[in-house]
């Protein structure tokens, strides 16, 4: 079985001045019997410190006693250069300040030159990797939640705009019309005029008649309240006619397999949210002439999938965008379902359409 095992390769970066110690290491690692591995030895911490490009290792082995510094020193300056491999410490006497310093400062291990043998530095070696390993992937998964924290706000602050511009340019445009008639009125009951002019009246009712429409479609942006008042399935069905609308040449069929009951609270607005940006998409992006929108509630999962026969694309390609940052639709729904306990899909290649499945485990 043992035989059977690739080989990896091993590249390694040993810093030590003393060069029996070399020569042992060297020997130890001729012993690992999955690694191939390839060793550059440094012996001193001058010639450490003109070494090039970081990146290069997948891991360092550097002593402690390095003249005119030590090794967590240099460990440092390679940190602060970039370098990003694990680095063991190794001492020629176990030293337990010296083994604290190396763990707070980031070392990944810490040996003793005097106990050190074959296994013990293959073992290290090993653990050392993974745990850098894991420490980047968190270091990702920061960073990408740090990149989604300043989306979200940026997603917010324009939101906050685009209503206060709506609430101003309607809202507050009708009001001041109507304030306007409203004055008109009053100064001629101060004039004694005791009739009211029934055109500027009629001109005011209408007017109010617009902004309450235009309200409606305000808040109906901000929460679509026909969610709470009609059920997901109800909305579901005025999402697929506002389609209808925007794209009379496009057939969209839509099968709803669940009742209103079987479809659990929490998910209702994620389902309404990610319907209305697959449709909006397929409406800006794909030029299909086709759609299917499909909800069930099977043997307790629920299935949200929605599907074009228009241009698709290569998710690669679009990540590789410049402006992909600020494209939100694709993100937010992933993150929606996701955020709600569901699974989220899309697969869509050029030519052949783009089909979004989210599913939902529910008891
Ligand atoms: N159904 C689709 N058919 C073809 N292309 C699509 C489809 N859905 C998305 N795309 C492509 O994927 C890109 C990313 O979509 P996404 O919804 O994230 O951003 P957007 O629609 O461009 O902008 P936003 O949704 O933030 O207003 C789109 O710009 C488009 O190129
Ligand atoms: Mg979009």
């Known amino acids: 079985m043992e035989s059977?095992?690739?080989?990896?390769?091993?590249?390694?970066?040993?810093?030590?001045?003393?060069?029996?110690d070399y020569l042992i290491f060297r020997d130890m690692l001729s012993e690992f019997k999955n690694w191939e591995v390839q060793l550059q030895w440094i012996s001193s911490y001058e010639a450490a410190l003109e070494l090039p490009?970081?990146?290069?290792?997948?891991?360092?082995?550097?002593?402690?006693?390095?003249?005119?510094g030590n090794g967590i020193e240099l460990m440092k300056k390679f940190q602060k250069d970039g370098f990003t491999f694990p680095v063991i410490i190794l001492t020629s006497h176990g030293d337990h300040e010296v083994d604290m310093e190396a763990m707070r400062e980031g070392a990944a291990d810490f040996l003793d030159k005097g106990q050190v043998n074959s296994q013990l530095l293959e073992r290290s070696i090993r653990y050392s990797i993974e745990h850098c390993k894991n420490l980047e992937a968190l270091r990702q998964s920061e960073n990408q939640l740090r990149i989604l924290s300043s989306k979200l706000m940026e997603a917010q602050e324009n939101e906050r705009k685009r209503v206060a511009h709506e609430l101003h340019d309607s809202i507050g445009a009708s009001l001041t019309a109507v304030k306007y008639g409203l004055e008109l009125e009053v100064t001629r009951a101060?004039?004694?005029?005791?009739?009211?002019?029934?055109?500027?009246?009629?001109?005011?009712?209408?007017?109010?008649?617009?902004?309450?429409?235009?309200?409606?479609?305000?808040?109906?942006?901000?929460r679509p309240l026909i969610l709470d008042d009609l059920g997901i399935l109800a909305a579901m069905r005025s999402l697929v006619r506002q389609f209808r609308e925007v794209r009379p040449n496009a057939s969209l069929v839509e099968t709803i397999d669940a009742e209103e009951h079987e479809i659990p609270e929490g998910i209702k607005i994620v389902i309404y949210r990610i319907i209305q940006e697959a449709l909006n998409n397929i409406s800006k992006h794909s030029d299909a002439d086709q759609v299917e929108l499909a909800l069930s509630n099977k043997r307790g999962i629920v299935l949200l999938s929605i599907r074009d026969n228009g241009r698709g694309f290569d998710l690669r390609e679009i990540l590789m965008e410049d402006d992909h940052r600020h494209k939100l639709g694709l993100q937010s729904m992933k993150e929606r379902a996701e955020l709600s306990g569901g699974a989220f899909t899309i697969v869509s290649s050029k030519g052949k359409g783009t089909t979004i499945k989210v599913t939902w485990p529910v008891s």
Do not use: W
């Not at 059977?4 to 030590?16: I, P």
């Not at 490009?53 to 005119?68: H, I, T």
């Not at 101060?190 to 409606?216: F, H, N, P, Y």
């Open 4 to 20: 059977l095992r690739k080989t990896r390769l091993l590249r390694m970066l040993l810093v030590d001045d003393d060069e029996d």
């Open 53 to 68: 490009k970081p990146g290069f290792y997948d891991v360092c082995l550097m002593d402690y006693r390095l003249e005119p």
């Open 190 to 222: 101060g004039e004694g005029k005791r009739c009211l002019d029934g055109a500027v009246l009629g001109q005011l009712t209408s007017t109010v008649e617009a902004t309450i429409k235009d309200l409606k479609r305000i808040y109906g942006n901000l």
